[in-house]
């Protein structure tokens, strides 16, 4: 065991897991690296060390190794997109909107609406595709027209169904809107990560 | 605005993860790093120039990435502690024959690295021949060896 470079924890090396490891060193707040565990040498090598620099590195670097498992883990969880934090559905009656509440610029996001058989429309503020381009809606809408400050996209239909805007976000930043599907409003929050 | 702001933005932060990382020469990079860099090179790309794929954009980019590297070296030129930051300091790993195993570990670096060191640049045949072994700025291990006198071997 080296000089208590990690005193009271079990080294790597000696069967100690990495995720061990590094739990170990995050619940007891900062890592255990000192400048007292640095080993003090007299040398004639004409050089400076800067001991408190490195501890200050090594410090970084286990900050680094656990920001690096906290952004796989918000990853996989959504924070970027296409995930249970970012996937948001809102219900009313007989319609509802499925989207994710976070996009990446220039990355493909879906808004899904459902909608009833009685009012097969989808209305959306014209404002809301200079945030997003839209590249398709499936299926294609019977009609689509322009209704004051609103696109307005109606589906033949006689039963539910669900209808998919594919779309591109062209700006980053928050955005919130309201979305009118089958009479019923909903609003629409969301952000493109740069 | 855009090219100059996105340059910017990959430049720094490979800055800040290549420096926290750790040191690494070019000569010691295995070949896992080199499909690492290879990787990172290709995600960068889309990240560097968007959707411009224009000749102009391109010049725009390599010319404020030039420019900051410039500015950087003028900066560590001027200063120390910038210099420090951005190359790192050297650390003695081996002192009189004996590994630090505190400095070395956390230099990420193990007997073997140091013994090849030893091997490839003076010939050594064992630790107890150096007399000092040292992690420089740029990754490189130094080996300083005892002189012919005072060889304990």
């Given amino acids: ?194 | 605005m855009d090219p100059v702001f996105r340059a910017l933005a990959v430049y720094f932060f490979l800055l800040l993860v290549f420096r926290i990382i750790g040191k690494r020469s070019l000569s010691q990079i295995t070949s896992f790093d080199f499909l690492l860099l290879l990787i990172v090179g290709e995600a960068t790309q889309q990240a560097l120039l968007g959707q411009d794929y224009s000749i102009t954009n391109a010049l725009l980019v390599i010319m404020v990435l030039v420019g900051v590297d410039y500015l950087l070296a003028m900066l560590k030129e001027r200063s120390r502690a910038v210099e420090r930051i951005l190359e790192g300091a050297p650390l003695i790993v081996v002192a009189n024959g004996k590994v630090l195993e505190t400095r070395i570990k956390r230099a990420g670096l193990d007997e073997d690295d140091v013994l090849k060191a030893a091997r490839l640049k003076h010939g050594l045949e064992r630790m107890e021949q150096i007399k000092y072994a040292i992690q420089e700025r740029d990754g490189n291990i130094s080996i300083i060896p005892y002189s012919t006198e005072r060889d304990p071997a």
């Fill in chain 1, 1 to 194: 065991m080296p000089a208590a470079v990690f005193r009271g924890y079990p080294p790597m090396a000696s069967g100690g897991s990495g995720c061990y490891f590094l739990m170990k060193s995050w619940q007891c707040g900062w890592p255990k690296v000192a400048l007292k565990d640095i080993e003090t040498i007299k040398h004639s090598v004409e050089l400076k060390e800067f001991h408190k620099f490195h501890v200050w590195i090594w410090r970084l670097q286990y900050l680094f190794m656990a920001l690096v498992v906290v952004t796989a883990i918000l990853t996989v969880a959504g924070l970027f997109g296409d995930g249970w934090m970012s996937r948001t559905q809102i219900v009313d009656d007989d319609a509802a909107v499925v989207y994710q509440r976070f996009a990446r610029y220039g990355n493909d996001t879906v808004l899904e609406t459902r909608l009833s058989g009685n009012n097969a429309s989808v209305e959306v503020p014209l404002e809301y595709f200079e945030r997003f381009r839209l590249d398709s809606v499936v299926p294609e809408p019977r009609e689509q027209r322009v209704r004051g400050n609103r696109i307005v996209f109606e589906f033949s239909t006689g039963e539910a169904m669900t209808a998919r805007f594919h779309l591109v976000p062209r700006r980053s930043g928050a955005s919130e809107t309201t979305i009118v599907v089958g009479g019923a409003s909903f609003p629409v929050a969301q952000f493109t990560w740069p």
